[in-house]
């Protein structure tokens, strides 16, 4: 009878050990590996840039001229980091994180921010250069903790796996 | 002989008289010669594009065409070199307008002016300008009507053309570019405006494209420099710190040959800022 116990007691931690590992796929890491939230945005975009492929030269903007292109409140914003292209190209790192007391208004705000900026790159690239449309209308926008990371370039995919290396390293 | 000369009382005293003046002849050339030596010590101390302009005005054809060869050498020599921690880097924007496509929201976006409004973006042309396309300008979506309204500039920089090479009708774009010259200096009649001519695409690009290349882009400017001789408005080249020796935007400005990443656009804006001043 002890050995039954403790045999469904072994079943059942399995079980529970699987359903903690599972699930939360936006911003989770690798299963069973521990995930590194603890970064900045610079340290975040920098590794995007240095380890996805751009065509076009990728170069750090000034914060406030972001979120005024943005129409982001960036007095809302704890950390951020944005790379634009010379304007070749509709490439773009963006980076941007808030503290835990805002992330429920903010992230929301954020991903809307960063839609709305793809909308208005699409209108602008349709009769200029058309060929970036492919990129803009595939681009990766994920939530990590409380920071949004929106990436337009030629693989959406390598820059979610350079996104989930950078978490997990 | 000399016995009988010194003895004329006259005579000695011509002499004497002749010594002194001899010698206040001397004082004086010793004394002028000191205060040319300090002279040209001080003009070693002077800076750079001063000394420049006195060595100009010597060969040119005429003070006027000697300054301005010292303000364009002053502001190569700035944009070549910029101190982008100088904090009058760009007192010359104070107030100004910019009003452009995307190599106009390069500027914005890398140079580092902070003090000037852009009213720029990508594919913008004369024609969207006059329709009132608008623009997110200090964190509100304008149209350049609207903006000049509300708004006193001080100077307005006119930097337009580019997208417009492939317009079948160049008159067309003169008459629209016109225009806005029109526009722009009724709605703010005490600004100082500027038609910033087109800097050149890399010869590599000039090479494979019927639109955007030199050969078009000259045409475009020297419809621009007549044009802004009619308005009464002035003209500016942004292009010498951007060009290779073959007047061909630097390759290693660029990445497709149009428009120039962030260390050009900083080149690009400080020499902007030294010609305009």
């Known amino acids: 009878m002890k050995k039954l116990i403790v045999g469904i007691m072994i079943v059942m931690m399995v079980f529970a050990v699987t359903a903690c590992s599972d699930g939360g796929d936006e911003g989770s890491g690798t299963e069973g590996t521990a995930v590194n939230y603890d970064f900045t945005a610079a340290e975040l975009a920098g590794y995007i840039n240095d380890n996805v492929t751009f065509n076009d030269f990728m170069e750090e903007v000034d914060p406030e001229t972001v979120y005024e292109l943005y129409g982001i409140d960036g007095s809302a914003v704890e950390d951020s980091c944005t790379y634009f292209s010379t304007g070749a190209t509709a490439e773009e790192i963006s980076v941007i994180s808030v503290s835990p007391e805002n992330a429920d208004s903010m992230l929301g705000e954020i991903n809307r921010a ?10 602008s690239f349709t009769d200029y250069v058309p060929a970036e449309l492919d990129k803009l209308n595939d681009p990766l926008i994920m939530e990590i903790g409380n920071s949004v990371v929106m990436v337009v370039c030629d693989d959406p995919d390598q820059a979610k796996t350079a996104i989930l290396d950078f978490i997990n390293q | 002989m000399l016995n009988v000369f010194f003895e004329n009382r006259f005579n000695a005293r011509y002499i004497m008289l ?4 001899i010698i206040l002849v001397l004082a004086v050339i010793a004394h002028f010669k000191g205060v040319g030596l300090d002279l040209e010590d001080s003009q070693e101390q002077l800076p750079d594009f001063v000394m420049e302009q006195l060595a100009a005005d010597d060969v040119e054809d005429g003070i006027r065409v000697g300054v301005e060869t ?11 070199d910029p101190d982008v921690d100088d904090p009058h880097l760009y007192d010359a924007f104070e107030g100004a307008l910019f009003i452009g496509d995307s190599r106009t929201e390069g500027m914005k976006f890398y140079s580092g002016v902070e003090n000037a409004d852009f009213f720029s973006g990508k594919s913008m042309n004369v024609d969207k300008v006059l329709k009132g396309a608008t623009v997110n300008v200090g964190g509100q979506d304008t149209s350049l009507q609207d903006l000049l309204k509300k708004k006193t500039y001080t100077k307005v920089y006119i930097c337009l053309g580019i997208n417009e090479l492939g317009w079948t009708n160049k008159d067309t774009f003169t008459e629209s570019y016109g225009t806005l010259i029109d526009q722009v200096t009724q709605a703010q009649p005490d600004a100082e405006v500027f038609v910033e001519l087109l800097f050149p695409v890399s010869s590599k690009k000039s090479g494979s494209d019927k639109v955007f290349n030199n050969t078009n882009i000259k045409k475009c400017n020297d419809r621009l420099t007549k044009l802004a001789e009619e308005k009464g408005v002035k003209s500016l080249d942004p292009s010498p710190p951007l060009v290779d020796n073959n ?25 902007m800022a030294r010609i305009s001043m």
């Open chain 2, 18 to 21: 002749l010594i002194l003046v």
């Open chain 2, 247 to 271: 007047g061909a935007l630097k390759a290693e400005a660029t990445a497709d040959g149009v428009h120039i990443n962030s260390e050009y656009c900083v080149k690009w804006a400080v020499y």
């Open chain 1, 114 to 123: 960063f839609n709305s900026r793809i909308e208005d790159q699409i209108e």
């Open chain 2, 70 to 80: 010292t303000i364009q050498k002053w502001a190569m020599a700035a944009a070549e």
